[in-house]
């Protein structure tokens, strides 16, 4: 079966680094996408890997290994706007979307 | 502001009333999309529209009915409800189906079943 395993929650302090893992298992890959989703809110695009490696994007980066089934995201200098929850998804073969249930970030002063 | 809207934002409805939500998207895309989010669940993908034909409909019972006239608007009817439909519902968009691409989402309709 197909599946996208993240953590559920996590804390991190305000100015800090954070990484967020995220394991797949997908019929086929065609990539991997992160979310940002505030609380009551659409998802927002991040960012979407589909070589191995990091592609950073200001604060945040994204990192791949095809091999391992496995993703990070990384946030750096975290703010407090940066609590929400991300959500991992892989891309299968059919080009659909395999959703993670989301790592709800908590980010304290 | 994603580009995506959807409407109502909130709705409460009883088992027996049947209700539509809306959501259009100004962004020239072909594909659309209706998921269902649940508290600490994967989103779930209900129906996906492209160029106004559905391509995939997941299994989803018959008392949830899409439409798509355009491929700018999405409606998703609701009758005869169960209190486990509670959820939110979102839409999503991008440029086509079947590529790598990013989907853009509206804030999504919380219903709430009694």
């Known amino acids: 079966g197909q599946n996208i395993d993240q953590p559920t929650e996590m804390t991190a302090t305000e100015g800090a680094i954070v990484q967020i893992n995220c394991t797949y298992q997908?019929?086929?890959?065609?990539?991997l996408f992160w979310y940002q989703q505030h609380a009551g809110e659409a998802p927002t695009f991040l960012s979407y890997?589909?070589l191995d490696g990091l592609e950073e994007k200001g604060r945040f980066s994204s990192f791949l290994s095809r091999s391992k089934g496995y993703s990070y995201l990384l946030l750096k200098e975290l703010q407090m706007k940066d609590s929400a929850s991300y959500l991992c998804?892989?891309?299968?073969?059919?080009?659909?979307?395999?959703w993670g249930a989301g790592t709800k970030l908590i980010i304290k002063p | 502001e994603t580009g995506v809207t959807q409407t109502p934002r909130h709705l409460v409805m009883g088992m027996t009333n049947k209700k539509s939500l809306k959501c259009e998207q100004h962004l020239g895309h072909n594909a659309m999309y209706w998921y269902k989010q649940s508290a600490k669940k994967p989103l779930e993908l209900m129906f996906v529209y492209n160029f106004k034909e559905q391509t995939e409909n997941n299994s989803v019972p018959s008392r949830f009915s899409p439409e798509c006239p355009n491929s700018s608007h999405l409606f998703l009817h609701l009758h005869t409800l169960q209190p486990e439909d509670s959820a939110l519902y979102l839409c999503a968009s991008s440029q086509d189906q079947g590529a790598s691409q990013e989907q853009y989402f509206g804030p999504g309709t919380r219903l709430t079943v009694t």
């Open positions: 998804a892989g891309l299968d073969s059919n080009y659909q979307l395999i």
């Open positions: 997908t019929s086929g890959f065609n990539g």
């Open positions: 890997n589909v």
